[in-house]
């Protein structure tokens, strides 16, 4: 690796910066990616145009399944999404006259929302930051007739249309898909979640992960160890390169952030303002067998006051989790258990992992999930981000554009962490912002 020269230089691995790295070294550009660890999807991995896109530039059709149910369990209402199940029959039964009403409502969001991913498609992705291609973007979608100040318009705006039956409900599914406060989401995210979380297919882990890892490998994509980065140098207008421990020196052309927690490895003053990344409290639940409602859903939105979400999973039970000292547990105890595993064949065991904004605590936490588990009994425990390293300054843009996002950081620095600029929309955001890097970045390689 010493001495080194990369067309595109990536610290930081979260899944956009792995989606762009990937497809950086599909197209021919040398790219240096620097990580801490491997970032993969949600367990909430909806599919989208631009991953369906992705999928099929990457050779990865068999990562689909078929779409899995969500239930939005809300205060006064109960209702299942599946493409398998009318959905005008789910909202006439919990809303009664006022079915049909909510039904077009989220009928138009829904045809808005893959309005808004064709017209991104056919522009390659998000506006670039230049004075081009953001006047290309304007006459695309006057063209496409796109209002986009509409869209920007925070969606609460448009709740005021939906009967007032169904406002809780609303509120609750947009805040369970994007794990983000209703006054938060603009009518174009609102409307882009709702049209990707009712599409037929969803993307199976580890399968996505392991392709893109084998495709970035297959097309000759450098990797290090970003514990390993002891600096990276800045000439007073751009970052040129830098050094590795027991890699020595590099250099590169274009710097991707991959992920906003690492951006310390930058000199701070030139890096412009980015939102806080969204970090989400992860917990889970103990052994939830034999204890679930055989309606319950696999994944399910939780209603109530802050966005949660709860997906039941199955894990095997494993020899390492049983105390099998002879210290900690007497002889005949320990044959018991041995017997057990041996005859069930390690029976699997239902866990449930809830997913909040972090801005909830235990005992509410519990009150919000108990319409949902009214009966289990189980012990929560949580997981703690590790990951110390320093985020850049915050700015207060609740609602940010999507014909404005800060792509461009730097002069040649651009950030590539979607959970910074796309948070609410999840793997299919980490989609959006890894097309539109690389599309753009290797467009700007070929013409120099």
């Known amino acids: 690796m010493s001495s080194k020269h990369y067309d595109i230089a990536i610290i930081g691995g ?10 950086l070294a599909k197209q021919g550009s040398k790219v240096l990616f ?13 599919s989208s145009l631009f991953l369906e896109k992705l999928l099929g530039t990457l050779g990865g059709r068999s990562c689909f399944v078929a779409q899995k149910p969500i239930q939005v369990i809300s205060q006064k209402a109960r209702v299942t999404l599946n493409n398998d199940i009318s959905l005008d029959n789910e909202l006439c039964r919990e809303f009664g006259q006022d079915g049909p009403a909510v039904s077009q409502w989220l009928g138009e969001l829904r045809a808005q929302g893959a309005q808004l991913e064709n017209l991104l498609w056919e522009n390659g992705g998000l506006p670039w930051p230049s004075f081009k291609t953001t006047a290309s973007f304007k006459l695309l979608s006057i063209r496409r007739k796109v209002n986009w100040t509409e869209l920007d318009a925070p969606i609460t705006d448009s709740l005021r249309q939906v009967p007032e039956v169904a406002v809780d409900f609303i509120t609750d599914l947009l805040q369970g898909l994007a794990l983000k406060k209703i006054n938060r989401l603009s009518h174009a995210q609102a409307a882009l979640l709702w049209a990707q979380a009712m599409r037929p297919e969803n993307l199976i882990e580890p399968d996505f992960s392991e392709l893109l890892g084998k495709r970035f490998d297959q097309f000759h994509g450098s990797k290090a160890d970003l514990e390993d980065l002891e600096r990276i140098d800045f000439n007073g207008s751009r970052w040129t390169g830098g050094s590795i421990k027991s890699g020595g020196q590099f250099t590169a052309t274009t710097f991707l952030l991959g992920d906003t927690r690492w951006a310390d490895r930058f000199n701070s003053g030139k890096v412009a303002a980015l939102p806080s990344p969204q970090i989400l409290s992860r ?18 939105i939780c209603g109530g006051e802050t966005p949660l979400r709860l997906a039941i999973e199955e894990s095997e039970e494993d020899l390492c989790d049983l105390p099998l000292s002879a210290d900690e547990i007497a002889e005949d105890q320990l044959q018991e258990q041995l017997e057990r595993l041996t005859s069930e064949k390690s029976e699997k065991q239902l866990h449930g992992l809830i997913l909040d904004a972090g801005e909830i605590t235990v005992e509410q936490l519990r009150k ?81």
């Open 14 to 23: 979260s899944l956009s910066a792995r989606i762009a790295a990937a497809l």
């Open 34 to 46: 620097l990580r801490y660890r491997e970032a993969t999807a949600s367990e909430w991995f909806h």
């Open 283 to 300: 917990h889970t639940t103990s052994s939830l067998t034999g204890q679930l409602s055989p309606l319950l859903a696999t994944r399910i």
């Open 368 to 448: 919000q999930i108990e319409p949902v588990l009214p009966f289990a009994e189980y012990e929560l425990s949580s997981e703690e981000d590790k990951l110390s390293a320093q985020t850049v300054p915050t700015t207060d843009n609740q609602r940010q554009k999507l014909t404005s996002l800060p792509l461009r950081i730097g002069a040649n620095l651009y950030c590539a962490d979607s959970s910074t600029l796309l948070p609410e929309m999840g793997a299919s955001g980490a989609a959006l912002l890894g097309w539109t890097l690389a599309e753009n970045l290797a467009s700007k390689r070929k013409t120099g």
